[in-house]
């Protein structure tokens, strides 16, 4: 008799939900909850022709406008889709084999990835094909706003409304929801990406200095105001960059009260956003939202006073989630393992 071929065991690896972000991509696993926080960005080389991706996440982010001219840094996704859909494969690999290891023995996972409420039927498909052609054995869709009322512990399946404001890189997702689905929902290009741009087109404006996004996101981060110090004035920031009259490099400064005015417009959009929002809700559950009043998730819940700024423009009260940055993560990766949430998933 022929001897037997040991089989070969494979071992199921646990699912896991993923934040498939403009800015940052997020993965929770299974019985583990968020296990990578990475930069959605990918650096490219070109060499004889042929490209190749030399690094992805945090060691690419660092490179962001200092590279040689065979190098470019990618960010495939903009505005809250995938823009590049080959780079935002390799990028899903390389996040779940980060997060999975590299053992082939392991079978592939479940995988839930969030999606804006505005996403095309295209947008939808092209993730889908990410995320399959990235190793996962099904994949099944999860609209942001939810995910983020999920993770911010709204009461989303309960006949009550909720407001959620979900304030991303590329998108601020408005929503209202009731009864595990939603009520009202709009996807507004407004996010941490317009507000870096402002703060470049203004400096460029006003000082003829040319600064890259990475030096306005950090301006942002470190010194981002919603509404002006009381001394009008604030804290003074020293920014270099290339001056566009002279072609050296220079420094300027610019303080918090300039740059409350300069996130001042792109955070009216989001005001004005919330406004059409509430115009557009049917009165009781508009009456829950002024009971209850709005929750922000996402980063761009961090600028300090935007809470106040968006009580003052709405006139309802405004509180910001526990964890803001990890709402969606954390959202999806509940409608993964609870089966309240899953009639949430478009499958």
Request: glycine share 10%.
């Amino acid at each position: 008799m022929p001897a037997r071929v040991p089989r070969i065991p494979f071992f199921r690896s646990p699912n896991i939900a993923i934040d498939l972000g403009t800015a940052n991509t997020l993965v929770y696993m299974q019985d583990r909850g968020i296990v990578l926080n990475e930069p959605s960005v990918v650096a490219v080389e070109t060499r004889g022709g042929v490209k190749s991706i030399t690094a992805i996440g945090k060691v690419a982010r660092l490179m962001l406008g200092k590279t040689p001219d065979n190098v470019e840094v990618i960010r495939p996704l903009r505005d809250g889709v995938i823009a590049d859909i080959e780079i935002a494969e390799e990028m899903i690999k390389h996040f779940i084999r980060e997060v999975l290891g590299k053992n082939r023995l392991m079978r592939y996972p479940e995988v839930i990835v969030c999606v804006p409420s505005g996403s095309t039927s295209v947008d939808r498909r092209a993730i889908r094909d990410a995320a399959s052609n990235a190793g996962a054995s099904s994949v099944s869709l999860i609209l942001e706003p939810m995910a983020a009322a999920i993770g911010a512990g709204l009461p989303v399946t309960e006949p009550i409304g909720s407001m959620i404001i979900d304030i991303g890189g590329g998108t601020t997702e408005v929503a209202v929801l009731s009864l595990g689905g939603l009520a009202y929902s709009n996807s507004i290009r407004m996010g941490g990406d317009k507000l870096d741009e402002a703060i470049v087109s203004y400096v460029r404006r006003h000082h003829n200095l040319l600064i890259g996004e990475a030096t306005a996101e950090r301006i942002k981060l470190a010194y981002g105001v919603a509404m002006p110090p009381e001394d009008q004035v604030g804290e003074v920031v020293s920014i270099k960059g290339l001056d566009l009259v002279g072609g050296v490099p220079k420094e300027v400064q610019i303080n918090q009260a300039e740059i409350a005015e300069i996130l001042a417009e792109p955070i009216a959009v989001i005001a004005e956003g919330i406004r059409v929002a509430l115009e557009n809700t049917a009165p009781e559950l508009a009456s829950d939202v002024v009971d209850r009043g709005i929750t922000l998730t996402g980063g761009g819940a961090l600028i300090p006073q935007l809470d106040m700024f968006l009580a003052e423009a709405t006139g309802l009260p405004v509180s910001i989630a526990e964890d803001p940055m990890c709402c969606v993560a954390l959202g999806t990766g509940r409608a993964l393992t609870d089966e309240t949430f899953r009639s949430a998933l478009i499958v």
